[in-house]
Each structure stands twice: as structure tokens, then as C-alpha cells.
């Protein structure tokens, strides 16, 4: 028996039979390699493996503690909540690509050099993107284009940084980056903050994750991201500037999300929010910050991920995802309704569900450090997110105006898969500690006190009475938000513009010059050349010949075959010689 099995090459190379298969076959097998994953995962030891050399570095496939084991756990457990949510589809090329993208997430989680690390990497981005181009459509297309090009460059970043880092310290090993950020740390955190969807870097998120199709969009959602926050616990613990970096985010996603019409928008931008608690618990660095920051990742994949299933199941049945078309839906979808709000009690840090012991606990490591103003932001940022998420968006996405949509509940394996992640969000916030013992350092808090349920329940209350009090005020309106994905776009149109314009216009007069003025004087003196070539140095050269030609034919002639020639002809070429040099002698 080994000791070690990488999940991740179990969904890699499990993704080679699907399309092969068919029907009931296919739904088995595709369950069965996250239930594998699972196990694997569960019985696997702490350790190097995979252990090599490579261009002169130390390589190691697989390094497994409790950080790579706890963010292995929810991986798997996602990917098999997802290919349930998925059974419905019939095409397998989604399938396929989840499966490369969630083994592509785990080999980044197991990945114990850099080396290794960047290629899972270029895995998730590749994957992924085929999960919005799968979307079909030319919104999707523009999306899946734009993703891939802002997280190529992503990786350029990265790899500069890798590569600069390794010559500086003559190790690839990933782990906790020392000696401050210089060029190369700087270039290797970029390449990181910009898959945890950092502002000003974030826009990609908010751009691609609406076009995704509707299971693609739940798979991207609890991956990229959190594989993000990973790398950054991993190697930037204590970094200063990911608190203040992880308290805007914070606010920036709350803030956008106001102005959302959009329902997978909308969650989206959540998506920033949550994440910048990670950040900023990463960035805190005490060993309560970093355990929050962790276990509000594993909370987090599964709660917004219900929440992704939920709105792609309206979608779903409805095809409209614009707030201001939807309404009415709690009659015709109630299974739909109860199971989002689990997730929506989640996210919103509700006592007795996930979000509510864990996100406290980076709140708590905050107050701890003595940084008021970092627990201010994140207590407005969590009462804004149950303001939009718990709020605003099933209001109007289930109640609000009726539209007349004809609705159903979805298929059952979305449902079952809802409802897995449901029963989890609820487990999490009932039995902390299971989760607790997951973290990679020993845990010394305790989310259910008095204090802390009544300070909860207290900014939760006021703001659902905020929200009766100005429900008018909040209702969404059908318009564009305006993202640093504009300057992008812009850039974009900016730059075609000149190549349309100004430099093609360019080109034509140069063009132009060169066919009027300049061809036809080369070609004059391309003539010129030619007739020299033809009447000077041929006939020169000609001439030279013929005339080593006839003086040869007169040599031939003294070849007599008689020796008396011969004589004469020798004792002539000595008198000739005399003759020159006693001419050169004088």
C-alpha cells in the first residue's frame, strides 16, 4: 500500500475516459473520482513525496501538512457537490474541464516547489476559462478572452518572480517567503494577488463569473480564489500590507454590489468581500488571524457555492438573471428559496451557520492586534453583505415584483447537491470544533458567547431594519457598473483605434512614397546596374578570358614533342632573364 495518492492526478487523468462514456455510466464515474479524492485525501500522512531533481533544483511534487490537508478536504468535498450539481449536463466537455481545473487546484495545494506550483496553475487558468467559453454567445466569448488574458499576465508576473527568486536564493522550495518584498517577492505576490481577485485587480472575477455557464460558474467560484488565499498563507504570513490590502476589498465588494442588477454579479463582487477577510487574516499573521483566514476560506467555498447553485438554478429554469426581471419565484420554487437562505445566513455570519465561526475569528484576531480600525471595515463589510446577499437579492430575485415567469423547481441533482452544501453550512455552524480541528495551528477561541451572539445579532437586526426602512432606495436598477475592467476595455479599444487609424494611415503613405518616388528609382538603378553588369564588367571579364584563351592556344603550339625546340626555347628564357636584371640592376 502507498502512502500517498495525489487527488489531484486522480481528477487530471480522470478526465481522460468521460468522454468515452455515456449516460448512467458517465454520472457514476464522475462521482466516483471525488469520492476517491475524498478518501485519498482522509488517509494520506504528512510528508514530501514526489521528490526529484530538476535543471540542477530540488522538486517535490507533494508536500502535505494540516494547511494543504484542510484546503485539500473542502476541494474534494466541492468537487463532489459540484459533479452532483452538474449530472443533468449531457455534453462532456465540461465535465472534462472541471475535472482538469479541480486537479489543477489540489496539485497548487499539494505542490511543494515552485516549479510544480506554476504549472498547476497555468492548469486552473485554462480550465477555467473553458468554463465561461463553454457559455456560448458573444458575451461569453469577450469574457473568456479577457480572463485569459489578465491571468496570462498573471502568470508572466509569476513566473519573472519565480525565476528571479530562485537565482537570488538557488532554491525553488515553496514556503514563507523572508527578507522583506523585493523585486522578485513583489512580482511572485502580484501573480497571487491577482487570482484572489485584489483591487484594482479584481475585475476579471466580476467579468467572467456572470458569462460562466451555470455549473461552470459554481466550480469557478470556489477555486481560483481560494487556491489564491492558500499560496498567500503559505508564503506571506504576517505581510502588513495584505491587512489594509484585505480590509478594502472588504468594503470594495460591498460597495459594488449596491449598484448590482445582476444576481451572479452580484454574488461575485461578494466573492471580493469574503475573500479580503482572508487576506487581511493572512496579513494579520498571528496564528488565530491565520486559522480564521482558513477556515473562512473552507466555509466559504461551500456557502457561496450554494449560493451560485442557487441563482444558477433560477437562471436555470428561467433564463433571466437581472434582478429587475425576476419576482414571484418563492411560489413556483420553494425547495430553491429555503436552501439559498441557508447560504444566505451563512455568508451573512448568522448564529448556528459556518460563516458565523469563522469569519469572527478573524475579527476577533484583529481586535487582538490592537487594529480598531480594521474591525470597524470588516463589521460594516459584514452588515453590507447581509444587506445585498441575505437581503436584497432574494427579495427581489424570489419576492418583489411578479413578472409572470413560468418557474419550476430544477432538476433533482441540482437540489441534492444544494442540499448537501446546505446541510454542511448548518454542521459547520453547529459543531465548530470538526472544523476547528482541521486548522493548521491549535485553536483557543470560542465563537458562541454571550457577547459575541448578542453583538451578531444586533448588526444583523438593524440591518434588516435599514432595509425595510429604505427598501425603495434599493431597488436595482438596470444599468452597467463601471470597473477597473474599464481601463482594460478602453486600453483595448484605445490601442485598436491607433492600429486602425493613425498607424495604418501611416503605413498607406508610406506605401504610397515608396510606390511613386522610391520603386521606380530603384528600379532605375536596378537598370543602370544590370546594363553595367552586361556591358562593363562581363566584357571586361569576357575579354581577359578570351585573351588567356588565345595565348594558351599559342603556348600549345612550341609543344612540338622535339627536344631541340625544347633547348632553344630554355637557353631563350635564360637570356631573357639576364636581359631583365641587368636592366633592374641598374
Request: aromatic residues 12%; charged residues 10%.
Amino acid at each position: 500500500m502507498t502512502d500517498f495518492v495525489h487527488p489531484g492526478l486522480l481528477f487530471i487523468l480522470g478526465a481522460l475516459p468521460i468522454p468515452l462514456l455515456n449516460g448512467s455510466v458517465r454520472k457514476a464515474y464522475v462521482l466516483l473520482i471525488p469520492t476517491l479524492a475524498i478518501l485519498a485525501v482522509l488517509t494520506m500522512h504528512p510528508g514530501g513525496y514526489g521528490a526529484a531533481r530538476f535543471i540542477g533544483q530540488e522538486i517535490i511534487v507533494a508536500k502535505v501538512d494540516k494547511l494543504s490537508v484542510l484546503f485539500a478536504t473542502v476541494f474534494s468535498i466541492m468537487a463532489l457537490i459540484g459533479m452532483v450539481y452538474a449530472l443533468h449536463l449531457t455534453h462532456a466537455g465540461q465535465h472534462v474541464a472541471a475535472f482538469i481545473y479541480v486537479g489543477s487546484a489540489l496539485g497548487v495545494v499539494f505542490a511543494g516547489d515552485y516549479l510544480t506550483l506554476f504549472l498547476f496553475w497555468e492548469g486552473m487558468t485554462f480550465a477555467s476559462a473553458y468554463l465561461v467559453f463553454a457559455q456560448r454567445g458573444e458575451q461569453a466569448f469577450g469574457a473568456g478572452f479577457r480572463y485569459l488574458m489578465v491571468h496570462i499576465t498573471g502568470s508572466v508576473a509569476l513566473l519573472g518572480g519565480i525565476i528571479l527568486h530562485g537565482v537570488a536564493t538557488g532554491s525553488l522550495l515553496f514556503g514563507p517567503i523572508e527578507g522583506g518584498l523585493g523585486f522578485a517577492t513583489c512580482l511572485i505576490l502580484v501573480g497571487f494577488l491577482l487570482n484572489a481577485a485584489v483591487p484594482p485587480l479584481n475585475a476579471w472575477l466580476t467579468d467572467a463569473y456572470p458569462e460562466a455557464t451555470v455549473t461552470g460558474a459554481v466550480f469557478m467560484s470556489a477555486f481560483t480564489t481560494k487556491t489564491a488565499v492558500y499560496v498567500l498563507a503559505r508564503a506571506f504570513p504576517g505581510t502588513d500590507l495584505l491587512v489594509w490590502l484585505g480590509t478594502v476589498m472588504a468594503l470594495y465588494g460591498v460597495i459594488y454590489a449596491v449598484l448590482e442588477n445582476d444576481c451572479r454579479r452580484l454574488l461575485a463582487y461578494h466573492i471580493v468581500s469574503q475573500v479580503g477577510y482572508m487576506v487581511a487574516g493572512i496579513g494579520i499573521g498571528t496564528e488565530m488571524a491565520v486559522n480564521g483566514a482558513v477556515s473562512h476560506a473552507f466555509a466559504h467555498i461551500l456557502y457561496k457555492a450554494l449560493l451560485f447553485m442557487g441563482a444558477g438554478a433560477v437562471i436555470h429554469v428561467t433564463g433571466r438573471r437581472k434582478l429587475t426581471e425576476l419576482g414571484g419565484l418563492y411560489k413556483t420554487m420553494p425547495v430553491t428559496l429555503a436552501l439559498y437562505m441557508v447560504g444566505a445566513f451563512a455568508i451573512s455570519a448568522f448564529p448556528f451557520f459556518s460563516g458565523f465561526v469563522t469569519k469572527s475569528m478573524v475579527v476577533a484576531a484583529a481586535g487582538q492586534d490592537h487594529r480598531a480600525l480594521v474591525v470597524l471595515a470588516l463589521t460594516m463589510a459584514s452588515s453590507g453583505t447581509f444587506l445585498h446577499t441575505g437581503l436584497k437579492l432574494p427579495y427581489y430575485m424570489f419576492f418583489g415584483t411578479d413578472h409572470g415567469l413560468e418557474a419550476r423547481e430544477p432538476p433533482r441533482n441540482m437540489l441534492v447537491a444544494m442540499g448537501i452544501a446546505a446541510v454542511l453550512c448548518i454542521a459547520i455552524g453547529v459543531f465548530p470544533q470538526t472544523l476547528y480541528a482541521l486548522l493548521p495551528h491549535p485553536v483557543d477561541f470560542q465563537p458562541y458567547t454571550a457577547v459575541h451572539v448578542t453583538e451578531s445579532l444586533g448588526v444583523l437586526m438593524f440591518t434588516a431594519l435599514g432595509f425595510v426602512m429604505f427598501l425603495r432606495a434599493l431597488d436595482p436598477e438596470n444599468t452597467i457598473s463601471i470597473d477597473t475592467d474599464w481601463f482594460y476595455r478602453m486600453g483595448a479599444r484605445r490601442f485598436m483605434w491607433l492600429a486602425e487609424k493613425p498607424l495604418a494611415r501611416y503605413e498607406k503613405a508610406v506605401s504610397d512614397v515608396s510606390e511613386t518616388a522610391a520603386l521606380p528609382f530603384l528600379h532605375g538603378l536596378a537598370r543602370a546596374g544590370l546594363r553595367i553588369d552586361l556591358h562593363g564588367v562581363d566584357a571586361f571579364v569576357n575579354g581577359v578570358a578570351r585573351a588567356i584563351l588565345l595565348g594558351g592556344g599559342k603556348l600549345r603550339r612550341l609543344q612540338s614533342g622535339v627536344v631541340t625546340h625544347y633547348a632553344l626555347a630554355m637557353i631563350a628564357g635564360v637570356i631573357a632573364a639576364i636581359a631583365v636584371f641587368a636592366v633592374a640592376w641598374r
